[in-house]
């Protein structure tokens, strides 16, 4: 059974930074794409960024320059740096791969 276990989230003022972690269970991490992706009220679900088992990334136009996912296979975890942020990225952050989600983590942006 997949187990992803997102953390790190938190009320933050714009222009500021944020990591968020996730923690992954049950499966042979390396061999894996992770991903972040976000929800905002009343919108869809979009993905923010994904990091291959090669180690190439890619990102969502909305934060790209901004945010840098991560990954640690040895810890089995992926990690999202998000700097400068702004009010358009407050959202749930949820981590995904292996057709699994996890619960995710409420990121606030304001003043």
């Known amino acids: 059974q997949v187990r992803l276990v997102e953390s790190g989230g938190g009320l933050v003022q714009p222009g500021g930074s944020l990591r968020l972690s996730c923690v992954v269970s049950g499966i042979d991490f390396s061999d894996y794409l992770m991903a972040w992706y976000r929800q905002a009220p009343g919108q869809q679900r979009e993905m923010v960024a994904r990091?291959?088992?090669?180690?190439?990334?890619n990102y969502g136009d909305s934060v790209k320059g901004r945010f840098t996912i991560s990954r640690d296979n040895a810890k089995s975890t992926v990690s999202l740096q998000m700097n400068n942020l702004s009010p358009d990225d407050t959202a749930v952050y949820y981590c995904h791969t292996a057709n699994s989600w996890g619960k995710g983590t409420l990121v606030t942006v304001s003043s």
């Open positions: 990091i291959f088992s090669t180690g190439y990334t």
